[in-house]
């Protein structure tokens, strides 16, 4: 397996394995739900196995409840969740000893959307949505 490769190459590494957020509020926010509690699971099971090598930055409670987090495709974090996931991640390397800084360093702010693109994908999305709302 790919952590005991890593380990044998570098007996002193240490992994940080990312919880996955719902990020989802709508329609699909159940099968999603699901689908992020197992990701988020095996990566929590990959910690308990690997102890003192792998270590969890859990993203749930920072990104899960605030929309502001995720980007208008409604799946991947925005600027202002990137920025939140790098403080979590700064957040553990301090706690493990291995960084002193808790504040990232944006030395450009992110861009969500392209307004053009972001409104047709919005349209898309919607009607996708209806779709899938009549069948329910």
Do not use: W
């Not at 007996?11 to 992020?36: K, S």
């Amino acid at each position: 397996n790919i952590i005991n490769y890593i380990i044998s190459v570098n007996p002193d590494v240490v992994i940080l394995a990312q919880t996955l957020y719902n990020p989802r509020t709508d329609l699909l926010a159940f099968p999603f739900g699901q689908a992020t509690k197992r990701v988020s699971e095996g990566v929590n099971e990959m910690a308990s196995v690997y102890p003192g090598v792998v270590y969890v930055v859990d993203t749930i409670p920072k990104m899960s409840t605030r929309a502001e987090c995720v980007a208008m495709d409604g799946i991947h974090p925005s600027a202002v969740g990137n920025e939140e996931i790098a403080k979590l991640v700064l957040a553990k390397l301090y706690e493990l000893g291995l960084g002193s800084n808790l504040t990232p360093v944006v030395n450009t702010m992110g861009i969500d959307q392209i307004p053009f693109v972001s409104k047709i994908l919005k349209a898309m999305a919607d009607t996708f949505y209806h779709f899938i709302s009549i069948f329910k």
